[in-house]
């Protein structure tokens, strides 16, 4: 096995035993925060502007489900988190890349998130389009600079070990690619559809590349970085499929009954434009039960991992619960 390439102590190695989970989660909210700041861009430059508008969407605030996802996983199974932190920090770069783009004018035209302008109405429309991105692109020199350092330090590997390293980034690598292009794919598939009917194959298709796309590549990059054997990241990847979709019958039901001061935006964009969603498509109420159905599905897969999986297990009932 490759010696780990990223040196230094994570802020959180371990979670406690007796913490419950709105403090693990707050923790790891943490975490991620002061890993993004590593990021920012504080330089006086002619791009000075570019830089703010990044950084103004990258630290707003949100969740942080993706990289949260993506330390947990690997956490499951090895504690050295730093080995997939700059794996978390990329995939939460490129998810801030597509809410910038997607509450553009020519897309969702969305004048608040998480209770603040959103980046076009900050800057501008061109400042907004290019501070997206720069965030993906960011996310591409995160991650080849894990690649360069662990080259750098080559002579501390064998053949082997530098090979069997390189290799399973490189799986990661083409998976992240794919990750964004789906998700791309899924967001044309949304705006192409505005109010039209569409099957419960395309929704669903719509819902797996734009929402589930990224939630499941956060959860696969944890645990192939832990080098976990084949029938657990099946297990893993099944969850993160169910957890993905859930998410975004979520958000669909709070576009249509949640409360406009907590979510920090308007409530009934969806149905104003004529978006298809689960609620145009079932109802609310069975929307709901379809929601409780697959979060139910996501837990039963961490069966075997007992304790270990706790914070997943509370982590798919917060997505089914939450109210932001």
Not at 208 to 218: F, H, I, Q, S, V
Request: charged content about 30%; proline content about 2%; some cysteine.
């Amino acid at each position: 096995m490759a010696k780990n390439c990223q040196k230094g102590t994570s802020l959180v190695a371990k979670k406690e035993k007796k913490m419950d989970f709105k403090e693990q989660l707050s923790q790891y909210q943490n975490m991620i925060n002061h890993e993004l700041e590593k990021y920012l861009r504080k330089q006086k430059c002619p791009e000075e502007v570019w830089n703010s508008s990044m950084e103004y969407s990258l630290m707003s605030g949100g969740k942080r489900l993706r990289p949260i996802l993506t330390v947990a996983t690997y956490q499951l199974f090895k504690d050295d988190i730093d080995v997939c932190m700059p794996y978390a920090v990329a995939i939460e770069m490129v998810h801030n890349f597509s809410l910038i783009h997607d509450d553009l004018p020519g897309i969702d035209n969305d004048d608040f998130r998480h209770g603040r302008q959103t980046n076009h109405k900050k800057f501008n429309e061109a400042t907004a389009i290019l501070a997206g991105d720069g965030l993906l692109n960011q996310a591409y020199m995160v991650i080849s600079s894990d690649f360069e350092k662990c080259l750098k330090d080559k002579e501390n590997l064998s053949e082997k070990q530098l090979i069997h390293y390189l290799n399973k980034r490189t799986k990661i690598f083409t998976e992240f690619s794919n990750a964004v292009d789906r998700m791309i794919a899924g967001e044309y598939v949304d705006t192409e559809y505005e109010g039209k009917q569409i099957s419960e194959q395309y929704l669903d298709y719509m819902h797996e590349n734009k929402t589930g796309a990224l939630l499941k590549l956060a959860v696969r990059m944890g645990a192939i970085l832990a080098e976990c054997a084949e029938d657990d990241l099946e297990k893993l990847s099944i969850y993160a499929e169910k957890i993905g979709l859930a998410f975004q019958i979520k958000d669909d039901i709070l576009s249509e009954e949640g409360d406009e001061k907590i979510l920090g935006k308007p409530v009934g964009n969806d149905k104003k434009m004529g978006k298809c969603t689960y609620i145009s498509k079932y109802g609310l109420e069975r929307s709901k039960e379809i929601l409780d159905r697959i979060t139910k599905e996501a837990i039963k897969e961490l069966e075997e991992y007992s304790d270990k999986a706790n914070f997943l297990r509370e982590l798919a009932l917060y997505v089914q619960n939450r109210n932001k």
